[in-house]
């Protein structure tokens, strides 16, 4: 940004003047814009940065806005305002209502990076029922693939891949998909993908919004999900993936939600749920 002022041989000492100086006038103005834009952060509480910069997009689809970037998790039917352009897309796995290539046409951009598990997961089984919808192909060859366990970090970001898997129902089997904590702003969020509830969500450590799918068999089911929270002690959780129209085939009746609020209060659970 101030190349052509610091490049001068003189500015190597007095490093104190130039932060002063002329070069870095451009900075203050840009930094005092982010301040007149966002409240500083240590003063939001939990729910008002939940409510300012994340966006449940329907099904398990999620946007998070925060200091000028734009990240989407598992975007699904993305439609009007919904739609901007991305610099991280994050996929749990890439089943149709997960990796949906119409939505990541209307998000992806030149400079998007996409996260997900190698597409080397991909199975013939899931490509032979179509599960799987192949005009993704384009954005997975340029994905940077992350497995269980691993950590990235983009943009004072960090996206650390987690386990999300089914016991017993067979579409999801263990290490094909990713689960992520995502912190951001100091706020840690958790999106499980398509899991049940699973031990390994007893180790995630402290997590401030968990975000659970409620579309039962292949998910979790109210109940399953109202056990991940005492696994997991979110101070807030979000449910999603039921109540969605697919090819006119419901997902998880639209009640699921509040079956689930009601067991969250049923257990004396602390958590707060917000459905969105
Ligand atoms: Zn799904």
Same mark, same amino acid.
């Given at each position: 940004?101030?190349?052509?002022?610091?490049?001068?041989?003189?500015?190597?000492?007095?490093?104190?003047?130039q932060e002063e100086g002329q070069s870095n006038e451009e900075t203050k103005e840009e930094r005092e814009e982010v301040e007149e834009q966002e409240k500083p952060d240590e003063e939001?509480?939990?729910?008002?940065?939940?409510?300012?910069?994340?966006?449940?997009t329907g099904h398990?689809?999620? #946007? @998070?806005?925060?200091?000028?970037? $734009? =990240?989407?998790?598992?975007?699904?039917?993305?439609?009007?305002?919904?739609?901007?352009?991305?610099?991280?897309?994050?996929?749990?796995?890439?089943?149709?209502?997960?990796?949906?290539?119409?939505?990541?046409? #209307? @998000?992806?951009?030149?400079?998007? $990076? =996409?996260?997900g598990p190698s597409a080397s997961t991909i199975s013939q089984e899931d490509i032979e029922y179509?599960?799987?919808?192949?005009?993704?192909?384009?954005?997975?060859?340029?994905?940077?693939?992350?497995?269980?366990?691993?950590?990235?970090?983009?943009?004072? =970001?960090?996206?650390?891949?987690?386990?999300s898997y089914n016991k017993e129902a067979a579409e999801h089997p263990r290490g094909k998909s990713n689960g992520y904590v995502i912190t951001i702003g100091g706020v840690k969020?958790?999106?499980?993908?398509?899991s049940d509830t699973i031990p390994e969500m007893y180790r995630l450590g402290e997590i401030d919004v968990?975000?659970?799918?409620?579309?039962g068999p292949g998910q979790m089911t109210p109940e399953g999900a109202a056990e991940a929270?005492?696994?997991?002690?979110?101070?807030?959780?979000?449910?999603?993936?039921?109540?969605?129209?697919?090819?006119?085939?419901?997902?998880?009746?639209?009640?699921?939600g509040n079956r689930f609020m009601k067991l969250i209060n049923d257990y004396g659970l602390k958590t707060k749920v917000i459905i969105k």
């Open positions: 940004m101030s190349e052509e002022a610091e490049g001068s041989e003189s500015g190597t000492q007095e490093t104190e003047d939001k509480t939990l729910e008002e940065f939940i409510e300012e910069h994340l966006e449940h398990a689809g999620f #946007k @998070i806005r925060y200091q000028g970037k $734009v =990240i989407y998790i598992d975007p699904y039917d993305i439609s009007g305002s919904d739609a901007e352009e991305a610099d991280i897309v994050i996929l749990t796995h890439y089943h149709f209502d997960h990796a949906d290539s119409k939505s990541l046409d #209307k @998000i992806v951009g030149a400079k998007t $990076v =996409i996260i179509g599960l799987i919808d192949q005009k993704c192909e384009k954005y997975l060859s340029r994905l940077r693939s992350v497995s269980n366990g691993e950590t990235l970090s983009l943009n004072g =970001i960090t996206i650390n891949a987690v386990a969020i958790y999106h499980a993908g398509d968990a975000l659970l799918p409620l579309a929270v005492r696994l997991i002690k979110p101070k807030v959780v979000i449910p999603m993936h039921y109540g969605t129209s697919i090819d006119g085939m419901k997902i998880g009746s639209d009640d699921e």
